[in-house]
């Protein structure tokens, strides 16, 4: 198993510019969701998502789409790069909320 | 609102020591509590997952406890090594809130000198 997967690992965009960070796993996980990460701030839930079909938001949401076509990937969108979006980003993904949590390895996003 | 706390922030240890991180957290009504680490640029790595109904939970040299009625877990790690040298972090699901979401403690950062 690949486990959870995220690319790119690097990223560096213009403010105003729009991108997508991938993120899959092949566990057969149903609970997908992203974080960032941030000095001071720890992590925080940006969207999660229960199953193929089914997302939300979470607590810091602002700025970020998401969907979840398949069981397998769950891509997370900018729409318009700015400054306060540089961070690092990670996917989680579980069984079910009560369930272990893995993580991708994460991508580090700066925007200019 | 469900908050986690780990202290201290940072912990300088002798190699082969035998050490203790805290993990506390205000609402008693978890489900689970989950020990991370992260290594510097790196994910998290998950290490052990105590459920609200065990009091330990064991994995190499790593021993994770869990007390729910005085919010806190710790987490034991026997002989440590250089190699373990990392940020360890602790977090509980919310119940109230987002499903899926993990609320983390901002961890503790960990250095083993040889």
């Known amino acids: 198993n690949a486990g959870v997967t995220q690319t790119p690992k690097f990223q560096v965009l213009k403010t105003g510019q729009s991108m997508t960070l991938q993120c899959a796993q092949d566990?057969?996980?149903?609970?997908m969701s992203w974080y960032r990460q941030d000095p001071g701030m720890g992590l925080r839930l940006i969207h999660y998502s229960v199953g193929a079909g089914i997302t939300d938001q979470g607590e810091v949401p602002n700025g970020y789409n998401v969907s979840r076509s398949t069981t397998e990937d769950f891509p997370l969108r900018l729409l318009s790069a700015a400054p306060s979006q540089t961070s690092v980003y990670f996917c989680?993904?579980?069984?079910?909320?009560?369930?272990?949590?893995?993580f991708g390895p994460g991508t580090r996003l700066t925007v200019t | 609102k469900q908050e986690v706390t780990q202290i201290p922030a940072a912990l300088s240890v002798p190699e082969g020591e035998n050490l203790v991180l805290n993990c506390s957290f205000t609402?008693?009504?978890?489900?689970?509590l989950q020990w991370f680490r992260q290594d510097p640029g790196k994910g998290l790595t998950s290490l052990l997952l105590i459920q609200s109904s065990q009091r330990e939970q064991t994995s190499g040299r790593l021993n994770a406890s869990l007390d729910k009625s005085s919010g806190r877990s710790t987490l034991y790690i026997a002989a440590s090594q250089p190699g373990d040298s990392a940020t360890y972090l602790c977090?509980?699901?919310?119940?109230?809130?987002?499903?899926?979401?993990?609320?983390f403690g901002k961890g503790t950062k960990l250095s083993v000198k040889p």
């Open positions: 977090a509980v699901p919310n119940y109230g809130g987002s499903q899926g979401n993990l609320i």
């Open positions: 609402d008693s009504a978890i489900y689970n």
């Open positions: 989680a993904s579980s069984y079910g909320w009560s369930y272990e949590q893995y």
């Open positions: 566990m057969n996980h149903e609970y």
